[in-house]
């Protein structure tokens, strides 16, 4: 088992900056990819961005490319998420998911997820 706690989140301007993390604690000495989802009010869970066991490899949703980075750091156990030049449509919650395998785009695919925390841009 593995438990994620997501933190970082809150109110920013468009334009602005925020840094989510991700802990993660229990089994963690298994190798998980992990992955960043969102979900605003009335629409699906979307994927965000995911990176590899190593933290090679990182892959991103289009809508994010350029302004997100996801990197890990898993001698803390923790995955962040660097978001810059907020838009008002990345108002959501993001989740923090790990999964034993390869990092994937579709939600239900993750084995672990975090509670969510919310990201607020105003305009």
């Known amino acids: 088992q593995v438990q994620l706690v997501e933190s970082g989140g809150g109110l920013v301007q468009a334009g602005g900056s925020l840094r989510l993390s991700c802990a993660a604690s229990?089994?963690?000495?298994?190798?998980?990819?992990m992955a960043w989802f969102r979900q605003a009010p009335g629409k699906e869970r979307e994927f965000v961005a995911g990176?590899?066991?190593?933290?090679?490899?990182?892959y991103y949703a289009d809508s994010v490319k350029d302004r997100f980075t996801i990197r890990r750091d898993n001698a803390k156990n923790t995955a962040y998420l660097q978001m810059n030049s907020l838009k008002p449509e990345d108002t959501a919650v993001y989740y923090c998911?790990?999964?034993?395998?390869?990092?994937?785009?579709?939600?239900?695919?993750?084995?672990?997820w975090g509670q969510g925390t919310q990201v607020t841009v105003s305009s």
């Open positions: 998911a790990a999964r034993l395998a390869g990092w994937h785009i579709v939600p239900n695919t993750y084995d672990y």
């Open positions: 229990g089994q963690t000495d298994s190798n998980y990819a």
């Open positions: 990176i590899s066991q190593s933290g090679v490899g990182t």
